[in-house]
């Protein structure tokens, strides 16, 4: 699976992004979709994470209730809705896909493909 994340840019605190991830080469809605983020200096860490149906979704506790995934498995995308920004959301985020996956994993290793990534800046 390739994988292609937009959407990012600069942003001040309280606004909204809405990131994108395109998928293509393998069939989308076979694989769990997640998205980790990596800040300067700072170790990846998992954000959210959609299931293939996209009827069950994982949120880390920083962002529940400020960000939404979903997916659109007509389109191969996956997306993650942004709101309430805070500083502290800047990063580089990556969208990411497992084929293997059984649940809806944070950890990192369990997901075998990964985008380039997007930067997401949040100014005070």
């Known amino acids: 699976v390739q994988l292609v994340e937009s959407g990012g840019g600069l942003v001040q605190a309280g606004g909204s992004l809405r990131l994108s991830c395109a998928a293509s080469?393998?069939?989308?809605?076979?694989?769990?979709m997640g998205w980790f983020r990596q800040a300067p200096g700072k170790e990846r860490e998992f954000v959210a994470a959609?299931?293939?149906?996209?009827?069950?979704?994982n949120y880390a506790d920083s962002v529940k209730d400020r960000f939404t995934i979903s997916r659109d498995n007509t389109k191969d995308t996956v997306y993650l809705q942004m709101n309430s920004l805070k500083p502290e959301d800047t990063a580089v985020y990556y969208c990411?896909?497992?084929?293997?996956?059984?649940?809806?994993?944070?950890?990192?290793?369990?997901?075998?493909?990964w985008g380039q990534g997007t930067l997401v800046t949040v100014s005070s």
């Open positions: 959609i299931s293939r149906s996209g009827g069950s979704t």
């Open positions: 990411a896909a497992s084929a293997a996956a059984t649940f809806l994993s944070s950890r990192s290793t369990r997901y075998d493909y």
């Open positions: 080469g393998r069939t989308f809605s076979n694989h769990i």
